[in-house]
């Protein structure tokens, strides 16, 4: 089966610009997860997604970070304006019950976000 | 903030097992020990995950200690593709199917031949 996607895999957008970045979970999961790691930092949790809804938003950094999921397929994950500290490299992950195996979470290869 | 602690870097040579410690002194009785890796530019890749009982699969031994407060990631032959940073986390269950990955900032695997 096709893995997670993200697209694109490197933006660099200038101070002040808008940035949205695009996450295709395995065809079927519903669950759907944002991560981010900024240099030098541990990987952290932005949001949750299960289908549509927003399970959990707790890790978003502020209001300039905007997550959709509409119609419970792809997500997006927009910056707007961007500042320099979003730089980073932003993680999608998706998972879907199974017994036996738990809500493993598999992950896309990231989108490296330089603002300079 | 993190729950865990590894070593920043370990090496080990080609064909030798690899042994990855990790602490978790904080981990709740009801979250679980994951570990993933991420060989350079590649996103995160799930090795193996355990409660309280030692886990075993193709790719790796879990071992926790009793009182859960650590455990062990054990490659039994590293090979050089093996090369990857390790992370040991915990993972929190918020209720319904909320499973958050709470990362520590990884243990750096360098297999040498």
């Known amino acids: 089966e096709a893995g997670v996607t993200q697209f694109p895999s490197h933006s660099v957008i200038e101070k002040g610009q808008t940035v949205t970045l695009r996450c295709d979970p395995i065809?079927?999961?519903?669950?759907l997860y944002w991560y981010r790691r900024v240099m030098g930092k541990e990987i952290k949790f932005l949001l949750h997604?299960?289908?549509?809804?927003?399970?959990?938003e707790s890790g978003m950094p502020n209001n300039r970070f905007l997550a959709e999921r509409t119609g419970g397929t792809y997500s997006t994950l927009k910056v707007q304006p961007a500042e320099l500290e979003d730089s980073g490299v932003y993680f999608c992950?998706?998972?879907?019950?199974?017994?036996?195996?738990?809500?493993?979470?598999?992950f896309g290869p990231g989108t490296r976000l330089t603002v300079t | 903030d993190a729950k865990t602690t590894q070593p920043p870097s370990m090496d080990c040579a080609e064909g030798r097992a690899a042994n990855l410690p990790c602490n978790h002194s904080?981990?709740?009785?009801?979250?679980?020990v994951y570990w993933y890796r991420q060989i350079h530019s590649q996103g995160p890749q799930y090795i193996i995950h355990?409660?309280?009982?030692?886990e075993t699969n193709e790719m790796a031994s879990l071992i926790i200690t009793e009182d859960r407060k650590s455990s062990t990631l054990i490659l039994p032959h590293a090979t050089l593709r093996d090369t990857a940073v390790y992370y040991c986390?915990?993972?929190?269950?918020?209720?319904?199917?909320?499973?958050?990955?709470?990362w520590g900032l990884g243990t750096s695997l360098a297999v040498n031949p």
């Open positions: 992950a998706s998972s879907h019950f199974r017994a036996g195996e738990g809500y493993e979470q598999y």
């Open positions: 065809s079927g999961h519903d669950n």
């Open positions: 997604f299960v289908k549509e809804s927003k399970q959990d």
């Open positions: 904080t981990i709740s009785g009801n979250e679980y």
């Open positions: 355990g409660l309280k009982n030692n």
């Open positions: 986390i915990v993972r929190v269950a918020l209720g319904g199917n909320n499973r958050k990955l709470i």
